[in-house]
Nanobody, 120 residues
Framework: QVQLVESGGGLVQAGGSLRLSCAASGRTFSIYRVGWFHQAPGKEREFLAAIDWDNDNTAYSDSAKGRFTISRDNAKNTVALQMSRLKPEDTALYYC?????????????WGKGTLVTVSS
């Protein structure tokens, strides 16, 4: 099993920046990829960015590209999401999730989320 815990959420003004962190524990050697998602009130959960655990391959959604940067620190078993030029529509619960090795592209493990509120 892998446990994921998000942190770093909070209240920020539009145009500001915030850095989220996802700490992984447990069988971290079984992680293939870690992704960040968000879910705004009344909306579907949306993919933002992902990074492979053992190399620097990354992927971004169109909404995240150019504003968000995903990075990984294997020594600390953490994955960060640096968010800049935040907009009120970025207000959401932000989750990290992990794909385990050999499980295709299904995100098997999820954190409980951290809330980001962007004021106008």
């Amino acid at each position: 099993q892998v446990q994921l815990v998000e942190s770093g959420g909070g209240l920020v003004q539009a145009g500001g920046s915030l850095r989220l962190s996802c700490a992984a524990s447990g069988r971290t050697f079984s992680i293939y990829r870690v992704g960040w998602f968000h879910q705004a009130p009344g909306k579907e959960r949306e993919f933002l960015a992902a990074i492979d655990w053992d190399n620097d391959n990354t992927a971004y959604s169109d909404s995240a590209k150019g504003r968000f940067t995903i990075s990984r620190d294997n020594a600390k078993n953490t994955v960060a999401l640096q968010m800049s030029r935040l907009k009120p529509e970025d207000t959401a619960l932000y989750y990290c999730a992990a794909i385990k090795v050999g499980a295709g592209l299904d995100y098997s493990y999820w954190g409980k989320g951290t809330l980001v509120t962007v004021s106008s």
